[in-house]
């Protein structure tokens, strides 16, 4: 096993624990708020579907300032669940608070996880969102079942989301992943997962821990992998995601770059693969798939708008050095129409998410030239986010999803425009 990222005090309460069948992970972050829903809704889940199991509970905090492990520690394991679930024989979920040590970001929180659940022989790991309000005890048994019962090895989640909630994963991440793997999986940085052991063992043996992938590239490099390594994969519908979403107006900061990056990165890396397949496949599904109605996100379309047009302009001589002179004459036109009539069509989006991959590819790979890039496409992401806005404001969102679905169907038909110039 590589050298050990967990504290000493850690290490002693691991081998006390010795084994345990399951492993939950919660990494927060400053979720007072909501932690203490989604530690509860966790313990009552593995209660009331896995009650013979070993359970341990991982909190991987980074580093909060507030109340937020506290809370964690001072929550009953169970509260009252002899009174609600008094005929099931329960073996109470052991807790482990622990801070997280190396790299800042999300994929730390994931490298302790992984750890303590591989040290504990865990026959599955589960990971889900500290800021979660959503989360009831039933996503447990959707996000282990699948891997215990039936033999699966990544559950990714499946969510009903607002129509502008998640707008990096509907224009670019699921079409993308969709188009290249040959997986409809929709929910790819997702934020909550299941892992069998053997898994989880896998990722906890990769060389990616100390770079910008363990900050906010985790989850795409974990869904891809995933697929591309030849895992069972499936999907499990958990009902409305309500968490603490923001307005895709605001400032991404470098959340984007190392997301999208992180996915190109991982172009390079199996790029054999991704040019044999020709169309997208449905995984397996499991829960029940209902029309659900998530909490609205209000959005400011004049300021996507405007983002975009300041960062087009003041781009557009680098955006020359690598996107052709047809795709600046189109985003030129763009940037020239008021927000009332604003449309970034979506094959125009296509190729310049293709053509963003073919400059990635084509660089020289210097962290500069990269951060360049990346920086570059994040006012053209605000222009096509803010078209979407305008085209779905009076839309449904379950009408507003057909969109998206048409858009992935464009990528996948456009998938030539890209293998054809890859070499």
Same mark, same amino acid.
């Given at each position: ?199 989880? &063992? ?114 557009? &001589? ?106």
């Amino acid at each position: 096993m590589q050298e050990t990222v967990l504290s000493h005090e850690t290490q002693l309460k691991v081998e006390q624990i010795t084994t345990a069948d399951i492993v939950v992970g919660i990494p927060s972050f400053n979720n007072e708020v909501t932690i203490r829903h989604v530690v509860r809704a966790v313990e009552y889940g593995l209660a009331k579907y896995f009650p013979r199991q070993k359970a341990v509970l991982v909190n991987s905090d980074g580093g909060s300032t507030d109340q937020t492990r506290h809370i964690v520690e001072g929550t009953a394991v169970y509260g009252d669940m002899d009174t609600i679930l008094i005929q099931h024989e329960v073996r109470p979920a052991q807790k482990l608070v622990t801070p997280y040590h190396g790299m800042p970001g999300k994929g730390s929180a994931f490298h302790t996880i992984f750890e303590v659940a591989v040290r504990l022989g865990a026959k599955a790991c589960l990971v889900v969102d500290s800021d979660l309000r959503s989360i009831t005890p039933e996503w447990v048994e959707l996000l282990a079942g699948p891997i215990l019962l039936k033999g699966y090895d990544f559950v990714a989640p499946w969510y009903s989301r607002y129509k502008y909630d998640g707008t990096i994963t509907n224009s670019i991440i699921y079409p993308v992943t969709r188009s290249l793997y040959g997986v409809r999986m929709r929910q790819p940085i997702g934020g909550d997962f299941g892992f069998s052991g053997a898994l989880a &063992e896998h990722y906890l043996s990769r060389d990616i821990w100390g770079t910008d992938i363990a900050r906010y590239g985790i989850d795409i490099w974990m869904s891809t992998k995933a697929i591309c390594e030849g895992y069972r994969i499936c999907q499990a519908f958990l009902g409305a995601k309500i968490h603490d979403a923001k307005d895709p107006s605001h400032s991404l900061g470098p959340m984007f770059q190392q997301v999208i990056g992180t996915m190109f990165r991982l172009m390079e890396r199996y790029q054999d693969k991704w040019q044999r397949v020709e169309q997208s496949r449905p995984t397996a599904l499991f829960g029940f798939r209902s029309e659900v109605y998530p909490e609205e996100i209000r959005v400011d379309l004049e300021a996507m708008v405007a983002r975009f047009r300041a960062g087009f302009q003041e781009n557009r &001589e680098f955006l020359g050095s690598f996107l052709p002179a047809e795709r600046l004459r189109e985003l030129a036109a763009i940037a020239k129409l008021p927000t009332s009539r604003f449309d970034f069509p979506g094959q125009t989006w296509i190729r310049v998410v293709w053509d963003y991959a073919l400059a990635y590819h084509r660089s020289d790979k210097s962290q500069e030239t990269l951060d360049r890039v990346m920086l570059s496409m994040v006012p053209l992401y605000f222009g096509r986010t803010g078209s979407f806005v305008r085209e779905t404001r009076d839309m449904p969102t379950y009408e507003a999803e057909k969109l998206i679905e048409q858009l992935c169907d464009g990528f996948e038909t456009e998938k030539p425009y890209l293998t054809e110039r890859w070499s």
